[in-house]
């Protein structure tokens, strides 16, 4: 009886023990996640092709040309894009700017630039050392727009001067207007790419067209042409194909 009397207040003595750690046991602090600010997203195009094509004695000609691709998952906005030239002992002696073709650059769309400097102060190309190239970009807003026109039925031919080292390249093609907003043939930038028959770019050429008597309706088409005079005649020679982008952004 005794024992059981004893065994019984044990029993009651580690309950009261056991509720009085429990209702006395601090409450565990509450971990509160603190809200980590998005990371700043750098704005960059990938350069995928690029080639310094200079040639000459006394007047040194040439230019450069670029491929980009857009790999953000949102437009960017090109607001410029230029190159520095420096020489083998590391001095500027130039700087031009490029037309590119488009403005407003799509996820995965390619972007064409090519400039056309005059290098006053180079006497002999091989003393060309390097080009950097600087591109200023935003994000696009709402009211930013551009088109891009489509281009169909491509031709070139060559024609080599009897005397010098010079020729020219002539191009034609077909431009088409697939959006809704007019184009004028006086607003249409044309870039244009050169490719040996490796596939490997060796340069390029811009304009401004100026067919100032024509208006792009949607679904209408017009025919360009352009001449691409004093090439470097080796140049001339490897030309295989061309790719060309063409559009604007104030359009009419």
Not at 225 to 234: A, C, D, G, P, Q
Request: aromatic share 12%.
């Amino acid at each position: 009886m005794i024992k059981q009397m004893f065994g019984s207040m044990a029993i009651l003595f580690f309950i009261f023990l056991g509720a009085f750690f429990i209702f006395n046991e601090e409450p565990e602090e509450e971990t509160v996640e603190e809200e980590k600010e998005p990371e700043e997203v750098k704005l960059e195009l990938n350069l995928l092709e690029r080639v310094d094509n200079l040639w000459g004695e006394g007047t040194v000609d040439g230019h450069t040309a670029l491929v980009f691709r857009n790999d953000h998952n949102f437009p960017v906005y090109i607001d410029g894009m230029a190159a520095d030239y420096f020489d083998t002992d590391g001095h500027q002696f130039d700087s031009d700017s490029f037309r590119f073709v488009p403005k407003i650059v799509q996820p995965g769309e390619k972007v064409y630039a090519v400039n056309s400097p005059i290098f006053g102060d180079l006497q002999f190309a091989e003393d060309f050392g390097e080009s950097i190239i600087n591109v200023r970009l935003s994000e696009k807003k709402d009211y930013m727009d551009y088109v891009t026109l489509e281009l169909k039925d491509i031709t070139f031919r060559k024609h080599l001067y009897e005397s010098g080292n010079n020729g020219s390249i002539y191009i034609s093609g077909v431009l088409k207007n697939n959006e809704d907003e007019n184009v004028d043939g006086d607003k249409i930038s044309v870039v244009g790419l050169y490719y040996d028959d490796s596939g490997k770019l060796i340069g390029g050429f811009n304009t401004l067209l100026h067919q100032s008597a024509t208006r792009l309706h949607k679904g209408e088409e017009m025919t360009f042409k352009y001449e691409h005079l004093m090439l470097n005649r080796e140049l001339v020679n490897r030309i295989h194909s061309i790719e060309i982008k063409a559009g604007c952004s104030a359009c009419n």
